[in-house]
T-cell receptor, first 110, second 116 residues
Framework: GIQVEQSPPDLILQEGANSTLRCNFS?????LQWFHQNPWGQLINLFY???GTKQNGRLSATTVATERYSLLYISSSQTTDSGVYFC????????????FGTGTRLQVTL | GAVVSQHPSWVICKSGTSVKIECRSL??????MFWYRQFPKQSLMLMAT?????????EQGVEKDKFLINHASLTLSTLTVTSAHPEDSSFYIC????????????FGPGTRLLVL
């Protein structure tokens, strides 16, 4: 099956810092989403981004489908950004079935 | 919009009992719902795809007789863990796709199951 690797696995930032999270996938995909899992376990949709670039406030994402990676940028981080960030991908023909990446655990400190 | 609820949020049961978890899409119709399992500090693993009015499709390695899924309406899917054992203790999360919408899944808050 498809492999989805995220880096870095763990990240500690001071409040106000910027960061880039990476998601590499091993096959062509028709679906790519970024999620934030808060400390209580709730997954929150950040972006649906199978290709191109999107921005939403302090967050932005870019997917380069031909090179099989996606990046999530967090600017001016806040303590509420803490949690685990997952990318998840879906293959052509089964795009609705998601394979989740390994996750990046982010801790933002004061 | 696109709110998904799960009930219960946590459950503790004795080994050998069955536990039912409900997943509801509150403000949209969902022809397809998904069930995931997440062990501590691990990623989410898809267990099964639940389609309204038809049998669920299970991922390889997931026992369909152990994890019974019913999707009887466009807003409700249930997962029943039958004869639960301690190794079934996990965080179970459902998601729903809006009928006719793009391929975005909306996730419920999850159910923590502890089997003693």
């Amino acid at each position: 099956g498809i492999q989805v690797e995220q880096s870095p696995p763990d990240l500690i930032l001071q409040e106000g810092a910027n960061s880039t999270l990476r998601c590499n996938f091993s096959d062509s995909v028709n679906n790519l989403q970024w999620f934030h899992q808060n400390p209580w376990g709730q997954l929150i949709n950040l972006f649906y981004i199978p290709s191109g670039t999107k921005q939403n406030g302090r967050l932005s994402a870019t997917t380069v489908a031909t090179e099989r990676y996606s990046l999530l940028y967090i600017s001016s981080s806040q303590t509420t950004d803490s949690g685990v960030y997952f990318c998840a991908v879906g293959l052509a023909g089964t795009a609705s079935k998601l394979t989740f990446g390994t996750g990046t655990r982010l801790q933002v400190t004061l | 919009g696109a709110v998904v609820s799960q009930h219960p949020s946590w459950v503790i049961c004795k080994s050998g009992t069955s536990v039912k978890i409900e997943c509801r899409s509150l403000d949209f119709q969902a022809t397809t719902m998904f069930w995931y399992r997440q062990f501590p500090k691990q990623s989410l693993m898809l267990m099964a795809t639940s389609n309204e009015g038809s049998k669920a499709t299970y991922e390889q390695g997931v026992e369909k007789d152990k994890f019974l899924i019913n999707h009887a309406s466009l807003t409700l899917s249930t997962l029943t863990v039958t004869s639960a054992h301690p190794e079934d203790s996990s965080f179970y999360i459902c998601s729903a796709m809006r009928a006719g919408g793009q391929e975005t899944q909306y996730f419920g808050p999850g159910t923590r199951l502890l089997v003693l």
